[in-house]
T-cell receptor, first 118, second 116 residues
Framework: AQTVTQSQPEMSVQEAETVTLSCTYD???????LFWYKQPPSRQMILVIR??????QNATENRFSVNFQKAAKSFSLKISDSQLGDAAMYFC???????????????FGRGTQLTVWP | KAGVTQTPRYLIKTRGQQVTLSCSPI?????VSWYQQTPGQGLQFLFE???????NKGNFPGRFSGRQFSNSRSEMNVSTLELGDSALYLC???????????????FGPGTRLTVT
């Protein structure tokens, strides 16, 4: 089974600074998707960014970018110019693209609680 | 387009009772997945329904069951509630078709279940 590990239970950053959240995963599959979800205090899960495993280019969405290292099975999230609204729990998630696997299932890490200081 | 809705948002039940939670997916989505979120275990996959059929199932006891209707709305049922079932239950909808797995699962706001 796939496992996703987030080794940083908590992180903090000063407003306008940059922070990087770490994620590693374990899989024997070659084709898959990786996601970062944000869960603010409202508990609504919101997609931040996605990465296709077959793409070498790192995904970017405005202030959010990833460092995807397929061989190392590493998928970190960088938040630039941090804002107070970025404060939330961030989850790294894995989804298989293998037709013989579980399409409708996301495997989540335990999350990293990000605090943003003014 | 309307998002994923879950009802009720909050629920308090007593041990031994049963509970039914409802999830209405985004229009056109045929897959509904359910997750349990607790501080101790994190986010755990319960099951997924696609076109009224359970397609995948996580490692939960038989007390947890679900179903999906022809309009893709889904319900999950927990019988003989235990204190440990207290959690946030999230449902997520997606297209559910191969070739579209790159698209995200859209999550509902969750149902907070408290078992006393």
């Amino acid at each position: 089974a796939q496992t996703v590990t987030q080794s940083q239970p908590e992180m903090s950053v000063q407003e306008a600074e940059t922070v990087t959240l770490s994620c590693t995963y374990d899989t024997s599959e070659s084709d898959y998707y990786l996601f970062w979800y944000k869960q603010p205090p409202s508990r609504q899960m919101i997609l931040v960014i996605r990465q296709e495993a077959y793409k070498q280019q790192n995904a970017t969405e405005n202030r959010f970018s990833v460092n995807f290292q397929k061989a190392a099975k590493s998928f970190s999230l960088k938040i630039s110019d941090s804002q107070l609204g970025d404060a939330a729990m961030y989850f790294c998630a894995y989804r298989s693209a293998n037709r013989g696997s579980t399409l409708g299932r996301l495997y989540f890490g335990r999350g990293t609680q990000l605090t943003v200081w003014p | 387009k309307a998002g994923v809705t879950q009802t009720p948002r909050y629920l308090i039940k007593t041990r031994g009772q049963q509970v039914t939670l409802s999830c209405s997916p985004i229009s056109g989505h045929r897959s509904v997945s359910w997750y349990q979120q607790t501080p101790g275990q994190g986010l755990q996959f319960l099951f997924e329904y696609f076109s009224e059929t359970q397609r995948n199932k996580g490692n939960f006891p038989g007390r947890f069951s679900g179903r999906q209707f022809s309009n893709s709305r889904s319900e999950m049922n927990v019988s003989t509630l235990e204190l440990g079932d207290s959690a946030l239950y999230l449902c997520a909808s997606s297209w559910g078709l191969w070739g579209q797995e790159q698209y995200e699962q859209y999550f509902g706001p969750g149902t907070r279940l408290t078992v006393t």
